[in-house]
């Protein structure tokens, strides 16, 4: 009885110890840090007085600098999302969001653990494909998807996001969801949440003028190469590929042309093919569209350092996106033929070849966290309320997109606030 009773004791006495470093701890949060506006904390546990204290290293970040601005078309605020703490999120009091994918989960875990694993800064949200919980949720995620009749029953207090990194050529009407949609996810700049498919950052206190001894034509024998599967591309780009091999080697693999090879990662022989004999490769996009600049440009071509000629976005997305002297913009050649001059030149002239490269070494791709971004702004409560009004014009509007040279055509965004309100 009595050894029964000391443990009775000795467990009162841990409860109480623990109770103690409870008090002590919540004690010791300033309650004027949380209420600071817009901080990004970094929980870190220390030692003082012989207490365990939670600290909070706080960095400020400007929330006009968190949601798009159409004053500034090529800031696509992706480095300040992703480093966003509101200042209404406690992340000992704020309760999750749920964020309902509409069109399933794919490849993503349900529940918290996407944002868990990204290590977000706020990580108080959770997937689900679970349909009973749409009703409940705090966002409804639309993937390139038909809303359906079912928006008669919607939550006026959910967010509804449409994601699509499809250019408008090659996605469904949007009309259903005029005055529905809050936020959008796509590759554009102007988007609420950008989604590129890949985002290049200098790092910091790189100097372009670095010295760069590597010779990245050595041993490339062959000139222009192109994987391509779609051969109907509403900016003709096939035809353009035909018209420049009649006056420079272009091999062109896959689906529309003579050559093969299935698979294109790092480590395949796809890109060792390119690594190794390649000089140019053409990035050629299945639309010309603002903004849109895909894989082909930053995987197929620049990390297989391969020089790409480039066709798709206009010029000055590409001076945007892409690296420093990094590509060969096919517009600004009067024809293919000169083009293809110009790709002769640099094969004989190694230095001038090299000059593309020069940006080397002074920058990464990055991952931009979407979810993580995603999971920042939905606790965010200050967000001002908005929807867009027309999300059809808005993302297929004629100034967005062109089937003739960007050269020929004056189709460039200009008052894409008119459908967003």
Known sequence: MRFYKKR???????IGFCYVCYIAL????????????????????????????????????????????????????????????????????????IIYMFDGLGDLPSGREKFVFDKCPV????????????????AVFFKDSYA?????????????????????FHTPDLTTFNGLINWTATYRWDSTLTAPYERFTLHKNISMNKLNTRNYANGKKKKVAWF????????????????????????????????????????????????????????????????YITEKFFRNALWNDVLPVVMGAPKVDYEHAAPPNS???????????????????????DDEYNEYFKWKGTGDLIDTKFFCRLCSLLHDESAT????????????TPLTCTRDKWSNSSHYITDWTATFQ
């Open 228 to 291: 391509v599967s779609n051969c109907g591309a509403m900016n003709q780009r096939l035809e353009y590929a035909k018209e420049l091999a009649k006056y420079i080697e272009v091999d062109i693999f896959g689906a529309c042309g003579e050559l093969q090879c299935n698979s294109f990662d790092e480590k395949n022989s796809c890109s060792k093919l390119l690594q190794r004999e390649y000089k140019f490769y053409l990035a050629f996009e299945n639309s010309n569209c603002r903004y």
């Open 327 to 349: 590509f060969i913009y096919a517009e600004d050649f009067e024809t293919p033929e000169h083009l293809a001059n110009y790709l002769h030149r640099l094969d004989q002239n």
């Open 385 to 396: 309320p908005r929807y867009y009004k027309d999300i059809e014009k808005w993302w297929r």
């Open 8 to 14: 009775f004791i000795l467990s009162l006495v841990f």
């Open 123 to 138: 990580d108080n949200c959770v997937l689900t494909d679970d349909s009973i919980k749409m009703s409940d949720a705090d």
């Open 26 to 97: 919540i004690g010791n949060i300033p309650l004027n840090d949380l209420e600071m506006p817009r901080k990004h904390y970094d929980i870190l546990w220390t030692k003082k007085s012989e207490k365990l204290v939670l600290q909070f290293h706080q960095h400020s970040y400007d929330p006009s600098k968190v949601y798009s601005n159409p004053d500034d078309p090529y800031h696509d605020r992706i480095l300040e999302q992703m480093h966003f703490v509101p200042n209404s999120y406690d992340p000992f009091r704020s309760s999750e969001k």
């Open 148 to 168: 359906g009749d079912f928006v008669k029953d919607r939550n006026p207090d959910q967010i509804w996001i449409l994601y699509m990194l499809e250019s408008p």
